[in-house]
């Protein structure tokens, strides 16, 4: 079976722009979850949702929106990217909402310039 | 709140040597921890999981972890590096749900 796979693989935006990622959950899974790890440092909670609904929502501004749709897919889209946005995405599904093992994708490299 | 702290930022080992991650866990209640490796350019892959069934907990490759309330630790072990087992290492505490919190990561250099 395929694992969770996110696209694209790399981008690379300019300062103001808007970015919207893809994440595609393991077959099976209900719950997606994303996250922000910046270089050098640990991931950290964007988001949860769980049957197309937020479930959770970590300290990040309201430039960060994420939806989840009828296949459980989902998108996590960033307005007015800002130099501090430079990060590895990361997408993780589960088939729970709480406390199932979470499956990471690859994750999306983005690069703001 | 709950939060994790990763206690070296690098590990270096001579492989065939054993290996030790620190990590040191703030909880209000009875934490489920994690820890999660990750190799360059690749995604997390969970290494192992305690959620109080018991202390010692095993996980793939050889990895195993302590949970130790007393000290409010969960230190990550192995026998025995590998060179395979050079990568990024997470300390990672549950905040309810799926949300993980993460520690910053130690990184493990393995020498021939």
């Known amino acids: 079976d395929a694992g969770v796979t996110q696209s694209p693989t790399h981008l690379i935006k300019t300062r103001g722009q808007q970015v919207t990622l893809r994440c595609s959950p393991i077959s099976g899974h209900k719950s997606v979850s994303w996250y922000q790890q910046v270089l050098g440092q640990g991931p950290q909670f964007i988001f949860q949702y769980y049957e197309k609904e937020e479930r959770g929502r970590g300290n990040f501004p309201d430039r960060f929106s994420a939806r989840q749709f009828p296949n459980y897919s989902s998108e996590l889209n960033v307005n007015a990217l800002l130099l501090g946005d430079s990060a590895l995405y990361l997408c993780?599904?589960?088939?729970?909402?709480?406390?199932?093992?979470?499956?990471f994708g690859n994750g999306t490299r983005l690069t703001v310039t | 709140a709950q939060s994790v702290t990763q206690l070296d930022s690098h590990v270096s080992v001579s492989e065939g040597t054993p290996v030790l991650l620190r990590c040191n866990y703030s909880?209000?209640?009875?934490?489920?921890l994690f820890w999660y490796v990750q190799h360059p350019n690749k995604g997390l892959q969970l290494l192992l999981k305690?959620?109080?069934?018991?202390?010692l907990v095993k996980g793939i490759n050889g990895f195993e972890a302590e949970f130790k309330k007393s000290e409010t630790s969960f230190h990550l072990t192995k026998p025995s590096a590998h060179m395979s087992d050079a990568a990024e290492y997470f300390c990672v505490v549950s905040g309810g749900y799926n949300k993980l919190i993460f520690g910053a990561g130690t990184r493990l250099a393995v020498h021939p």
């Open positions: 909880s209000s209640y009875s934490p489920s």
């Open positions: 993780a599904s589960s088939a729970g909402m709480d406390n199932s093992p979470l499956h």
């Open positions: 305690y959620t109080s069934a018991a202390t």
